[in-house]
Structure formats: structure tokens, C-alpha cells
């Protein structure tokens, strides 16, 4: 620790906050972070990492028992759980030393300090009784699981993404039996995907008429919730939560319409809120909105002039995700600003931020929904075709899911791409580049693509717009 005095005080420690103190000493500049769990933050160590290193676990696992291929026979494929979750806190732990806790040791201007941190009085703030002062402050406090107001749940032991985690007590390290999970977000049908392959019975709860009701073209939830429920995950759509309770050997989920789940284990992954409360914001001055978001502007200051905020706890404002990319990303901007005067600031750019879900098939998406094109004025040119279209999706036995373009029906710009299917968090790339250069509709054409790969979707989706996709000879145009 350097005198409890730093040009950058950062409150939080992960991917955010790595960014920006590693940029803030590009700068000459000392930083400190303080963390009260483990150094790297959410990503890291109970979110990106271990759910992806554990979902193609369970995609080997369920890819032998159910060959795609005819004349490959079904194998029933035996693992070892709690060996899988001891290699995922390997990888984790060497991921986290190479990528975070390292290039603290390496770099002389940045710090770590563990505890809980909240701000004390102008330009310090005080973890577990010591005090830091800052020049400069950033808030990347990240968010936490929301736990719904559900009748019961203070009384029944519940997990949530956090049992991904690595040296903590909420990391699980059996497999449950059997799993409910309450929400239908990316995170419940990730996971929901991941145990059902494992062999847990899995019971998904979505409180809307279907799974990623908020923010996603409305073919994606529906492609792919009958995708998990042909593989035997137990999706229900409008299933709203009464209440729950303890039964011997694990919880009872009744529902509004009086039916009644069991499970060994309940899942609740009902979204997240930023982590905002009990650190002093209000007393600091900094402005927090009705989702308890920390309210910025577009160079991510707060209302409080020498504090910034990035991440997670700035939530969708400015039309920012809750993903590692764009925390880092923000992160290195909002350092950046802290030291920069005026014109010297940069504001951020939120308009192309490609999305996946790590679902099998994964989902890919980058700019605007069809409502978000029309909400905008746009007159939209929008199609939907069957990945059945694509090649390589037939050639692989692999044609589940779809792809979704949008335009500008009078300027054939492409607004967005949605897409279910075989790698399209790598394919949504490809649109993501396109979109951020402006690509229309017959730059998506003209450009070659190789074949057969699904990245090719995107050509015959573009193609779409001027003849019958079905029609079309290998390739051709
Ligand atoms: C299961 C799951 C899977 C995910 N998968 C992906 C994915 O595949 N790709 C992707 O891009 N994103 C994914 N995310 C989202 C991603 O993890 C977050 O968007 C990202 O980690 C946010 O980074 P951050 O630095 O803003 O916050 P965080 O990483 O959450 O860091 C904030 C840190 O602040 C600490 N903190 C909070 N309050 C205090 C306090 N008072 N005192 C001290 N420390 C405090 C927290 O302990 C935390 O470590 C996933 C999330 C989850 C939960």
C-alpha cells in the first residue's frame, strides 16, 4: 500500500477495474482497488470463466450420449463431478494469477486492498477502518444476484450463480439430483442447459410467456426454449413463483397456478442489481437511479465531478450491457477521463456491442431488434430464415436455430443481427464489424465468404432481400 493516497481510487476489483487501473498507470498515474471477495471480480471467478469452462464439459458429455451423426453409437460417457469443478478452479485460479492478480505484483503503481469499501468524506474512502484518499475516484462495484420477493425464499437454503464460484461456501460441488430453476434469462438457460446434461432433472421458471422476454428478438427465446425442452429440460412459460419451502431432501416451488415443483435444489437466477447499496453513494453525493444504477454521462462521470463509474453498476444506461467486454472497455475510458480535460475526454460509444449465450446452440446478437428499429423511425426491412438454409449447418447434421436480420428498409443499412445456432457468438463478429463500419445489406453479399461455414448465415440472410434464399445454387449469390 502507497501512504493511503493515490491518484485513482478504484471501489471493486474486477475486469472494470483491472482496465482502468492498468490504463490510469499507462498514465503515470498510482491507482488502488479494493475488493472485498476475490481479487478479478464476477467475471473471473463465479461468472465467464467457470460457466463456460463447465458448459463444454456438460457439451462432450451430452454430444456422446447423443450423436448427431447416424453410425455413431451412443455412449454413456462417465465423469466425475466434483473432478470436473476441481479442474474448473484450476483453470480459474491460473487464469486469475495470469490475467488479474500478476499484473498487480508486476506493476509498481497499482495496488489491491481487500475489505469492504464505502466512501468516508470529499476524496476518501475507508476499508474495513483504513482510510484512502484519491485524487480521482471510480465506482466498478459490479452487481449481485437480485433475490425476488418470493414467499419463503429467506427460509429455504437457494443457490445462486455464485456456485460457480471458487473458494467460497456457496460453491457447489455435487450434483443435485434434480434443480428448479426460478428465471429465464441468459444465465438460468445457460446454466439450466448445462446441469440438465449433466443429468440433473431440470425444471426451468419463466414468470413471461417465454424465455428472453426483455431485450432479444422474440424468435430467439421461442427457438430456443422448444430447443431445451426437445432435450428434455422442463421449460415453463408463465409460471409465476408463489412460494417455497423446505421439504426433506430439498425445496417445494408452488406455483400461482397451484402447481406444485420439487427439487433438491432451487437455482434462482432472476437477473442482477447493481452493487450500490451500503457504500456511501448518497453521502458522497453521487446520484443513483430507481434501479439503483450509478447514474453518468456519456464520459461515464457522476454527478459528484472527480468520481466516474463503469461496469455493471452503470447497468443499461446509455445503452451499455452487463458484460465483461464493454465493463473493460468503459473502464479504460473512464480512466482516461478522470485525467483529461474537456475536449481531451472521450465519450463512450454503446451503438454496436456484440452478445452471446452460451446455450447449445449458442445465441449471437448485435444491434437492433425489428421494435427497436421501428421505435427508432426506422422502416424496417426484417427476415427470419431456418439455419436448415445454411450449408455447413445440413453438411454437420447441426440445423437448429435461426438467423434475424434487420435494415433500413429505404437505406438497406443493417441495424441488428440475431442468431441462433452452431458458434454464432463467434459468427455475430462478423455483423458486429459490419454494423460498426455502417455494412448494408449488399456489403453482406459481395463479401466472400468461405465455405461452407455458418458465418455464411449472414450472406444468404442478406441475400434474403432480393431473391429466395431457397433457391440458391452452393454459394452462388
Ligand atoms: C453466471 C454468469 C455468467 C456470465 N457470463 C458472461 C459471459 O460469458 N460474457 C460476458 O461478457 N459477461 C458474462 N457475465 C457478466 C460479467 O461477469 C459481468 O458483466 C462483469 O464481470 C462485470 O464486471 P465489473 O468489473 O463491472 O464488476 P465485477 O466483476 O462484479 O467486480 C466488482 C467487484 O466489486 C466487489 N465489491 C462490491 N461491493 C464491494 C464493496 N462494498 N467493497 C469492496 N468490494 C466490493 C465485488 O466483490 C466484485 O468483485 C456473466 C455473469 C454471470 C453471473
Avoid at 26 to 45: Q, S, Y
Avoid at 110 to 117: I, K
Avoid at 147 to 156: D, R
Avoid at 276 to 286: D, F, N, S, Y
Wanted: hydrophobic share 40%.
Amino acid at each position: 500500500m502507497q501512504n493511503g493516497r493515490y491518484d485513482l481510487v478504484i471501489l471493486g476489483s474486477g475486469s472494470t477495474a483491472f482496465a482502468a487501473a492498468l490504463r490510469a498507470a499507462e498514465m503515470g498515474k498510482t491507482a488502488v482497488m479494493t475488493e472485498a471477495r476475490t481479487v478479478g471480480g464476477t467475471c473471473v471467478n463465479r461468472g465467464c470463466l467457470p460457466s463456460k469452462n463447465l458448459i463444454e464439459a456438460a457439451k462432450l458429455v451430452h454430444e456422446a450420449r447423443h450423436p448427431r451423426y447416424p453410425g455413431i453409437e451412443p455412449y454413456d460417457v462417465r465423469f466425475d463431478f466434483g473432478e470436473l469443478v476441481r479442474q474448473k478452479d484450476e483453470v480459474i485460479s491460473v487464469f486469475r494469477d495470469k490475467k488479474y492478480k500478476s499484473l498487480v505484483d508486476e506493476e509498481k503503481n497499482v495496488d489491491v486492498v481487500r475489505g469492504r469499501v464505502a466512501f468516508a468524506d470529499d476524496h476518501a474512502v475507508e476499508i474495513d477502518g483504513w482510510r484512502i484518499e484519491g485524487e480521482r475516484f471510480l465506482v466498478a462495484l459490479g452487481s449481485t444476484p437480485v433475490a425476488p420477493e418470493i414467499e419463503g425464499l429467506n427460509e429455504v437454503p437457494y443457490m445462486t450463480s455464485d456456485l460457480l464460484t471458487s473458494e467460497e461456501d456457496m460453491e457447489l460441488r455435487e450434483l443435485p439430483e434434480s434443480l428448479v430453476v426460478v428465471g429465464g434469462g441468459y444465465v438460468a438457460l445457460e446454466l439450466g442447459q448445462m446441469f440438465s446434461r449433466f443429468g440433473s432433472k431440470v425444471t426451468i421458471l419463466e414468470r413471461s410467456g417465454q424465455v428472453l422476454k426483455h431485450g432479444y428478438e422474440p424468435e430467439v427465446g421461442l427457438v430456443l426454449q422448444r430447443i431445451l425442452r426437445e432435450e428434455g429440460v422442463d421449460v415453463r412459460t408463465n409460471a409465476r413463483v408463489r412460494r417455497v419451502r423446505s421439504i426433506e431432501g430439498g425445496v417445494a416451488v408452488e406455483l400461482e397456478d397451484g402447481n406444485e415443483m420439487r427439487a433438491e435444489l432451487l437455482l434462482v437466477a432472476a437477473g442482477r442489481r447493481p452493487n450500490t447499496e451500503g457504500v456511501g453513494l448518497e453521502e458522497a453525493g453521487v446520484e443513483t437511479n430507481g434501479h439503483g444504477e450509478v447514474v453518468v454521462d456519456e464520459y461515464l462521470r457522476t454527478s459528484v465531478p472527480y468520481i466516474f463509474a463503469a461496469g455493471d453498476v452503470i447497468g443499461n444506461q446509455l445503452g451499455s450491457q452487463m458484460a465483461t467486454p464493454v465493463g473493460a472497455h468503459d473502464g479504460t475510458i473512464a480512466a482516461r477521463n478522470a485525467f483529461a480535460d474537456g475536449e481531451a475526454m472521450r465519450w463512450v460509444d454503446h451503438s454496436v456491442i456484440p452478445r452471446a449465450i452460451f446455450t447449445d446452440p449458442q445465441v449471437g446478437i448485435v444491434g437492433l431488434t425489428e421494435e427497436q428499429g421501428i421505435a427508432r423511425g426506422h422502416r424496417c426491412w426484417c427476415r427470419t430464415l431456418p439455419m436448415e438454409l445454411v450449408p455447413r449447418a445440413g453438411a454437420i447434421h447441426d440445423t437448429r436455430g435461426i438467423i434475424k436480420m434487420v435494415a433500413d428498409a429505404d437505406t438497406d443499412k443493417v441495424l441488428g443481427v440475431s442468431m441462433v445456432g452452431v458458434n454464432a457468438a463467434e459468427v455475430i463478429h462478423e455483423a458486429a464489424m459490419g454494423l460498426r463500419f455502417g455494412a448494408k445489406i449488399d456489403d453482406f453479399i459481395d463479401m466472400l465468404h468461405v465455405y461452407p461455414t455458418i458465418a455464411e448465415a449472414l450472406k444468404i440472410a442478406a441475400i434474403s432481400r432480393r431473391k429466395d434464399p431457397a433457391k440458391l445454387s452452393c454459394c452462388a449469390e
